[in-house]
Structure formats: C-alpha cells, structure tokens
C-alpha cells in the first residue's frame, strides 16, 4: 500500500507546499494538503502558530504522528523566547534578550520581536533605547521579545535536510524582502559546531538556522522548523530522499 504524506497547512498556495507535495509525490507517496491533523504515515506540519495556541501541535503529540520535524522541536521554533532560552542551555551564544514587561535600561540599538512570527514579520529595528521604550508604551500586549540590536558583519544560514546540511551567506537583508544568498562550502568549524549542537539535540530533518556574526562572535538568531524552499530547489534529489527515510 503506498505510504500517504500530510502536509498541514493554512496557505496551500505557497511555494513551499507546491514544492514539498511535488517531492513527496517523486518519494512515491500520496501527497495530501490540508488545515488540519489527518492521520497519515508522515505529517509535515507548516502552520507557524501564530495565533499563540498550540492545539494543532498538541494533537500530533497526543496521537504520536510521524511528524518530519519533531513536536518537541516545533515547540522552541514557535516561541523566541523558548528559543533564547535553550540556547542558553546549550551554552551557544545568545543575544542580549529580554521579555516584556522585562525591558533593557541600557542606551543603544535594539530590536522588538513579537514571540511568533515568520519571514521577518513583526520585527522592528530602533536606533535609540528612547525610540524603544516609546513603542512599548503603546502595545496593546506584552507579546513581545526585545533583543540587542547588532551592526553585523556576515549572516549566513544553515538548511538541515535530514542528515545533510546546506549553508548560504545572506545579503541585502531579509530573503522575503529583496536579500539573496550565496551558497558556501566551507562555512568553518565555529558554525559547523554550533550546527552541531542543534542537529544532535534538536534532531531536524527539514529545517534552518539563521547566525550572525558581529565582532568576531557568532549568534544563532532563529530556528526555523517551517522554512522556505527558495535556497534548496535545486536539491530536490536529496529532499526526496529525506522524505523516503523519514517513513521506513
């Protein structure tokens, strides 16, 4: 009997979906698309959960789905302060963050982030601590992370596809904004170490990592368990044959 692949998703007219069905299809399974939990012999889950309810994540725990990226993964890359935290843990290096009603005191550049979101939405960058608090003053809510702002030098991004990795170096800012990327072959063995760390504790199968480097240090910035296809169409090969992995 074929296997069937779910991909759960509210925007089933994405990039991404059209490009994970095709490879799931190619794996020899039958892809199907849907809002909601079906039972399946993979789940590929794409809702970000930007509506702070983790219902839809809850119920492919509690059936113990096959999911391509583990619930307990999916968890840290939701939340930016749950990830802020278990980079701590981890001992990987971390910007300056706070969580509101925790504010910074020191003058500079900084950066508001809501907890969740996605392709750089709901980031605003002030030069100023003054600009800052003046805009936390008027949210309507405390969902929201504050983090040091950095005049970086490189940001480079790792895409995970199962046990192989793929890095690029980001330029012109945000790739859903006009920024590109150049793909890199010898990223270096801070970066690779760092990677590492998140591939042995966090076990991705399809997933990226967002650092910045600034003053010589390097900073995991965002974990990503829904990324886009737009740095990996060309190695359709090796998704579909992370996906026939995933189901045996």
Not at 37 to 43: G, N, P
Not at 86 to 105: C, G, H, I, V
Request: proline share 3%; aromatic share 10%.
């Amino acid at each position: 009997m074929m296997n069937t692949a779910l991909i759960i998703t509210s925007n089933p007219e994405l990039e991404s979906v059209s490009f994970l069905r095709a490879a799931a299809e190619q794996a020899g399974m039958k892809a199907k698309v849907a809002e909601s939990y079906q039972k399946a012999d993979l789940v590929i889950h794409r809702k970000y959960g930007m509506d702070y309810s983790d219902l839809d994540i809850d119920v492919l725990q509690r059936e113990g789905a096959n999911t391509l990226n583990p619930v307990a993964f999916q968890r840290i890359c939701r939340d930016k302060w749950i990830q802020h935290q278990w980079l701590l843990d981890n001992e990987l290096n971390a910007l300056e963050t706070y969580k509101l009603p925790n504010q910074p005191d020191k003058e500079g550049a900084w950066v508001l982030k809501t907890i969740r979101g996605m392709q750089g939405r709901g980031v605003t960058k002030f030069d100023s601590l003054e600009e800052l608090l003046i805009s936390i003053s008027s949210l309507k809510d405390q969902n929201y992370i504050v983090q040091k702002g950095l005049n970086f030098s490189s940001e480079f991004r790792c895409v995970f596809i199962g046990d192989r990795r793929f890095w690029f170096e980001k330029t012109g800012g945000n790739l859903f904004k006009g920024g590109s990327a150049q793909k890199v072959t010898r990223p270096g063995q801070r970066l690779e170490d760092m990677a590492d760390v998140i591939f042995n504790q966090l076990s991705p199968r399809f997933a990226a990592v967002d650092f910045l480097e600034f003053e010589g240090e390097l900073y995991p910035i965002d974990l990503n368990c829904y990324p886009g296809v737009e740095l990996i169409k060309d190695e359709m090969d090796s998704v579909v044959g992370m996906l026939k992995r995933a189901v045996k």
